[in-house]
């Protein structure tokens, strides 16, 4: 899984979709858009990658069904952030919320998930550099 070309830090990157239907979500953005799905095994869970040709546009998950009756299905965009433990404390500091603390997708990226000072959800993305030991 690699992010949309190479962004700089402060711009999207990446769009993960929660499905509350998978198998609906990967047909409908088939026939749309021509996207390809490719299915992967990351932290425990099956993840989707959507694909357009030879690039990565997103991914998508199935929620589970308890939180897919309460939420509806959802876009999350992340942005690149150059140090995820700082931009997460930067958010706090800011009034912004932690939802989902740093951690590692697969040996891609750093994420988190923050809910911003008027309730608005944002992904961060630190891409793991894979010629360095972490």
């Known amino acids: 899984m690699m992010p949309i070309g190479e962004p700089a830090v402060g711009r999207f990157c990446w769009l993960d979709l929660a499905a509350s239907d998978a198998a609906a979500a990967k047909a409908f953005y088939h026939r749309l858009f021509g996207w390809t799905a490719v299915e992967q095994h990351a932290n425990g869970g099956i993840f989707t990658r959507l694909c357009s040709f030879d690039r990565d546009v997103g991914s998508l998950y199935q929620m589970e069904a308890k939180l897919a009756r309460k939420v509806p299905s959802h876009w999350t965009p992340y942005v690149r ?3 995820v433990e700082l931009a997460v404390q930067r958010a706090r500091a800011l009034g912004g919320q932690v939802l989902i603390s740093p951690f590692v ?3 891609v990226a750093r994420i988190a998930l923050i809910m911003d ?3 608005a959800q944002v992904g961060m993305w630190e891409p793991i550099d894979s010629t360095k030991s972490e």
């Open 81 to 83: 952030v150059e140090d």
């Open 105 to 107: 997708v697969s040996g």
């Open 117 to 119: 000072a008027v309730g």
